[in-house]
């Protein structure tokens, strides 16, 4: 897999911060890969946040802009914000 040709966006990352967000997210991939290799039920693929985390993936948060998946605590750091424990959990009306 051309992990070079993955979509980045512009951003204030220094061109070190960006090649770490590669790395990270060339070890998601391959981990995501071995689990499927190997026939794990989709509800049971689990991914490795940045920080060391093994979670299963429907508790992880995905970045639009550059792809790497967090756990909620590293995402709130991610963009930048903090989501108030009012808000856990509330679904929206439509």
Known sequence: MNYAALPFYESKATPEEKQ???I????????????ERIK?????VR???GCGKLI?????FRCLYCGVWFCKTCAEEHYGMRV???FVGVQRES
């Open 20 to 22: 770490q967000e590669r």
């Open 40 to 44: 794990v039920p989709m509800q049971h």
């Open 56 to 60: 299963n993936w429907q508790y992880m």
């Open 24 to 35: 990270c997210l060339r070890k998601q991939i391959e981990l995501i890969l071995d689990q």
């Open 47 to 49: 991914i490795r946040c």
């Open 84 to 86: 108030p424990e009012s």
